[in-house]
């Protein structure tokens, strides 16, 4: 009776040390499932930056492909002008400043 208790014993301790040790494998799966899962969101991110990127330099590509797109290219890179074309400045109009109406108490010491 004593030998089959301790051989039951032995055998619980060893099915418990190896549910433990299976339970360390599947939570180091676990971890490294998240962690692949985390970066493959970061690649779907990444790659959708690159086509909008890719979408707007194809756009650039394109507007240079015309003689305008070639010239407003140059005249913003280098500030320069064909010949004959002059520079216009564009001044804002200054703001009119109103004065207020003097008080009856103001018009009275004006006239001191």
Same mark, same amino acid.
């Given at each position: ?29 676990? !971890?490294?499932?998240? &962690?692949? *899962?985390?970066?493959?969101?970061? +690649? ?9 990127? =890719? ?28 010949? !004959?074309?002059?520079? &216009?400045? *564009?001044?804002?109009?200054?703001? +009119? ?9 103001? =018009? ?5």
């Amino acid at each position: 009776m004593r030998a089959k208790q301790l051989r039951e014993g032995f055998l619980i301790g060893i099915a418990i040390l190896i549910s433990v040790w299976f339970l360390s494998l599947i939570w180091g799966l676990a !971890g490294k499932a998240q &962690i692949a *899962v985390t970066q493959a969101n970061d +690649a779907k991110a990444q790659y959708q930056t690159l086509e909008e990127r =890719k979408a707007t330099l194809q756009a650039n590509v394109a507007s240079l492909d015309t003689e305008r797109g070639r010239d407003t290219a140059i005249r913003t890179a280098f500030g320069v002008a064909r010949q !004959g074309e002059e520079v &216009i400045v *564009v001044v804002p109009p200054t703001p +009119a400043t109103s004065t207020p109406p003097l008080s009856w108490w103001q =018009k009275v010491l004006n006239w001191f």
